[in-house]
């Protein structure tokens, strides 16, 4: 048998929703924070602004302020960017809370789970091996590549680590696009095919 890939399938990391925020309260002291549906607050003074992201607390509702631009000139903030803060735009707000400067800054990390999901063709179960699989992230979901593996092609991950040829480490935690070979089974259709869309769990 050829060595060379037959199949090549394409499988995307999808965000469904915003990460929650590792963002300890300073009332309830729960760990947990999210944006909700995502709001700004700008305050003027002068020519000076200060723009926050709103974050709520999930078990007490308190908001919280994450300073996004403090004591900035009217003219060093892009109009654009500048009206998306007015609006509460939602690509904006998805920009600045993955920003990992901004995270850095507030010290918080990002929890996604549950709010992504892998979406990944079947596998033919009549086709020849071994398949190639290049899997492309939307947004940076920090997932190990083992469990990715396993979780969409219904492996284990004994089997993982026995059948699939990886161009990066399996068990390091990456965010970026990879691509990885499957090797035919013990049986003559190779390993079962995922399901077209698999919500983010491993």
Known sequence: ?????????????????????????????????????????????????????????????????????????????????????????PDLVAARLLDPLLARRHHFALDWTGAWRLDAPPAPLDGAWPVRVEVAFEDPVPVRP??????????????????????ISLRRPTSTGFTFTVTAGDQPGGPPGPPGSTPGTC
């Not at 709001?39 to 602004?49: C, D, E, I, P, Q």
């Not at 908001?63 to 996004?68: A, D, F, I, R, W």
């Not at 990715?148 to 161009?167: F, P, Q, T, W, Y």
């Open 1 to 89: 048998m050829s060595s060379s890939p037959h199949t090549v399938l394409p499988w995307v990391v999808r965000r469904t929703r915003l990460p929650l925020l590792s963002l300890r309260c300073v009332d309830c002291r729960s760990e947990s924070a999210t944006t909700g549906n995502g709001r700004f607050r700008v305050n003027a003074n002068g020519k000076l602004l200060d723009v926050w992201l709103l974050v709520r607390c999930v078990s007490c509702d308190r908001t919280s302020k994450l300073p996004v631009h403090e004591r900035a000139t009217v003219r060093s903030i892009d109009p654009q960017e500048l009206h998306g803060y007015h609006v509460n735009d």
């Open 146 to 167: 083992e469990r990715l593996i396993a979780h969409g092609l219904g492996l284990s991950r004994n089997e993982v680590l026995r059948r699939i040829k990886c161009d």
